[in-house]
């Protein structure tokens, strides 16, 4: 699974300054190909939901998936998400397309995915979820 947080839906369009101009559905597309040549059948998803992103980090659990994971700003307060993370099984790599610990808001200098990523790839726009289904790739 290929999962994404809140506004990532808006990529493209969101602070293209930061986050680029690749639209998510360019970006599932792109991820759907690099998985295809690494031989990962990917699931792409987006939300908005908080609950929705823990049911399927739940759904990733029971099944055994391995995971690739841009919680956005949910990565830098939600408990729920850390212990929806601490529940995987299979590896799960955290990605973001800007490096958060780089960017002047203090809030965004801590995660509560990092203590369960067996890969972190932040700081190389969109560029970075090729980076992280290799890791994550490697790493299953
Ligand atoms: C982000 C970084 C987060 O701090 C921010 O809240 C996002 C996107 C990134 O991909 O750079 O929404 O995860």
Known sequence: MVLNGPNLGRLGRRQPEIYGTTTIAELEQLCVDWGRGLGLEVDFRQTNHEGELLDWLNQAADEGW??????????????????????????????????PSQRPEEFRHSSVVTPHAVAVVAGHGIDGYRMALEQLAAAI
């Open 66 to 99: 391995p995971v690739v994971l841009n919680a956005a700003a949910w990565t830098h307060y939600s408990w729920a998400l850390f212990d929806a993370c601490g529940q995987l099984t299979a590896p799960l790599v955290e990605v973001h397309i800007s490096d």
